[in-house]
């Protein structure tokens, strides 16, 4: 299995992004691009708002906080404006607000020795301004920062809604998408033959539904979509730099080859670093459940100590390999860091030097440092998006793993009614093999007529079970065919066969929840009253009813707080309740105690009446009223008979029947 999962990990693991699996995986998204696009126009919206912010404050310093930068230009009586005020008879507008080319004296508003002039260097004019027309000449100023402030706080305002908006219906787009590939891939599982669940340990094709798709959900709301934010925000920020002030511009993007060479590498290291933490976090994984599964054993033969030894090995080469990756992740974000303060500092001394010579203005300066920690927010974020964009690719490959898994017992497109089933049923020439040649069964043929009740005996490894589980169709045959009342089961609905085919095995599994829910298993034409009817009929019921909610008792996984014949006769009723024209006893009375046997033996042919029934028994004892034994050995049908007739012929049901007798008869000399 270490193996297996080591393999699978490196070839999920290959590449950090995967074009043919993202355009997948897009493929699930498709029924929700409506919500998706909306999500994207709203994200947009909300990178406008963060746009915005800091060139709303630069116009709030530039042209309304620092009033030594604010030139007036004197008007006529036709020129009427919101920043028009009369100073000493002079009727003076804000500059910028005019039109180029308008002519008229031009007025500096100027601080000197704790007083405000307005200078006119056309005629070396100044005006000495009072405290109150200083404030008469700012109160535009005043108003226009008010007003600025509420634009600032409705866009902020707007953001946040807006952020709440895409953030749920991103999240539920991505839980949507998710629950439609859960759901499609337990349904795939569902349509897999069993010797797809032989090779894949539960534990793992339970990570596929769960952590896999879990990854995906992180990959299609964390990255996907927030990548468009992500960009709009760098081309947006390029676009305002640009057109605020081309020189700072070039200066503030001077340190992006630096960038690029550290991503780059950064990408190579943490794809190898990743793809190393993540294979021996599967030999843990694997190591880890192979001990518990096996932990009485281990105890048994005092194995702790080795066991120990190799965990502890296993345990200390993730150590190693995540304390590498964690470096490689501990080095990129405070290299990206270092260049951000490298960007900071060559733009603070460029655009410091040109504010101090007046060739930009303060709030220009201040944007741009605004804009460059927005520029370098979403590369500071790209080693959480990468980790999980590798996570997200290598899920997707192991959950694409199980989806392109053929079913090994393919339906057929029109498959033919059974009608009512009598139960006749026919081996004719069966070979089977679960690997390769390893034949199982060889040549087996046997026919049962209706009614009637068949046993198979044999050694271990003869071929008993795996006849029931190909009459059943979990596994389709090799060669030779299987009839039922003269139709080949390939050529029926798998699910009106095993509708009309009853298995009752030796380990019987039980789901949480009630008594009553695991008899009638949420079959809903099957009444209350029909489970305590079949419980009475197979003697579940005396027990059932010492219970302290009955019918309604909880089961625990797999029932474990229920013995062993307890839930054979659940399994009784069960079978009775869903009332099979075949019924398979696999091993069903073994490992049962006496009073339960008993109960057993009593319920037998009450389950059996008026049905084909085929046993699979080690105990001869419970067999031979059987209308026909039939004995395998090596996947070969060796005899075939009555218990009298198998008897008289002094072959190999003869020797097992002899030889259990013996052992009985010893036992009670013992005693």
């Known amino acids: ?68 930068n604010i030139s007036y230009v004197e008007v006529g009586p036709e020129v009427e404006d919101a920043s028009l005020v009369t100073i000493q008879g002079y009727r003076l507008v804000r500059e910028k607000r005019l039109e180029a080319g308008h002519a008229g004296r031009r007025f500096e508003l100027v601080r000197k020795d704790g007083e405000h002039t307005l200078e006119s260097g056309a005629d070396d004019r100044i005006l000495t301004l009072a405290p109150e027309e200083v404030q008469l000449l700012r109160d535009y100023d005043r108003g226009a920062i008010v007003r600025l402030g509420v634009l600032l706080l409705v866009i902020m305002s707007l953001g946040f809604i807006l952020n709440y908006i895409q953030a749920y219906l991103l999240q539920y787009t991505g839980q949507r998408i998710v629950f439609d590939i859960r759901q499609k891939l337990f349904a795939h599982m569902q349509s897999l033959a069993l010797v797809f669940f032989d090779g894949n340990p539960v534990g793992r094709l339970v990570t596929r539904v769960t952590n896999d798709t879990q990854n995906l959900h992180e990959m299609y709301t964390a990255v996907l979509v927030n990548l468009f934010k992500d960009i709009f925000m760098i081309l947006g920020i390029v676009v305002v730099m640009f057109q605020l002030n081309v020189r700072l511009a070039l200066v503030s993007l001077a340190t992006l080859p630096l960038i690029a060479v550290i991503t780059a590498v950064f990408r190579i290291k943490a794809r190898q670093a990743y793809r190393e933490t993540r294979v021996r976090l599967a030999r843990i994984n694997a190591n880890f459940a192979e001990n518990i599964s096996g932990m009485r054993l281990v105890q048994i033969f005092r194995q702790e100590k080795r066991k120990y030894k190799e965990f502890d090995q296993v345990n200390s080469d993730h150590y190693r390999a995540s304390m590498g990756e964690l470096k490689i992740f501990a080095i990129f974000r405070p290299s990206i860091e270092l260049v951000y303060a490298l960007a ?79 139960g006749q049923i026919e081996f004719k020439n069966v070979w089977f093999a679960y690997v390769g040649e390893e034949w199982v069964l060889k040549d087996v043929s046997f026919t049962v007529e209706p009614g009637e009740t068949v046993a198979f005996v044999g050694a271990t490894g003869a071929g008993k079970s795996t006849i029931m589980n190909l009459l059943s169709r979990f596994y389709d045959v090799q060669k030779g065919q299987i009839l039922i009342d003269g139709q080949d089961i390939k050529e029926l609905s798998k699910e009106e066969l095993r509708r009309n085919v009853g298995l009752v095995m030796q380990d019987v599994f039980m789901f949480s929840g009630t008594i009553g829910e695991n008899i009638r298993l949420h079959q809903p034409a099957i009444t209350p009253e029909r489970v305590e009817s079949v419980a009475r009929y197979v003697n579940a019921h005396q027990f059932i009813d010492t219970l302290p ?31 099979p024209a075949i019924l398979i006893l696999d091993e069903a009375t073994a490992n049962i105690d006496t009073e339960t046997e008993l109960l057993i033996q009593d319920a037998l042919p009450k389950l059996m009446a008026g049905r084909t029934s085929l046993v699979v028994a080690h105990r001869l004892s419970t067999i031979q009223d059987a209308d026909s034994i039939i004995v395998l050995h090596k996947g070969i049908l060796r005899e075939q008979g009555t218990h009298q007739e198998l008897l008289a012929q002094k072959g190999l049901y003869y020797n097992l029947f002899l030889l259990q007798y013996k052992e009985d008869f010893q036992g009670e000399e013992g005693a």
Not at 362 to 371: D, E, T
Not at 564 to 571: E, P, T, V
Request: aromatic content about 10%; charged content about 20%; glycine content about 6%.
């Open 1 to 68: 299995m270490i193996d297996l999962d080591h393999f699978q990990e490196e070839q999920a693991l290959g590449k950090a992004y995967d074009g043919r699996l993202m355009r997948r995986l897009l493929k699930y998204a498709t029924p929700y691009w409506t919500l998706i696009a909306l999500c994207v126009i709203l994200l947009l919206v909300i990178a406008a708002t963060d746009l915005a912010r800091p060139y709303l404050i630069k116009i709030a310093i530039d042209d309304h906080i620092l009033g030594s």
């Open 344 to 422: 900071l500092a060559i733009l603070m001394w460029v655009g410091g030097g040109s504010l101090i010579q007046g060739r930009i203005q303060f709030g220009v300066l201040f944007a741009f440092i605004n804009y460059l920690e927005l520029f370098f927010r979403p590369i500071n974020d790209l080693t959480e998006k990468y980790n999980i964009m590798q996570a997200s690719m290598a899920s997707a490959e192991r959950i694409f793993l199980i989806l392109d898994e053929e079913p090994a017992i393919a339906e057929i497109p029109h498959p033919r009614p059974m009608g009512e089933v009598r």
């Open 549 to 579: 909610r009955k019918y309604q008792e909880p089961v625990t996984e797999r029932g474990s707080t229920l013995s062993a014949g307890q839930r054979q006769l659940i399994a009784f009723a069960r079978a009775l309740a869903y009332d």
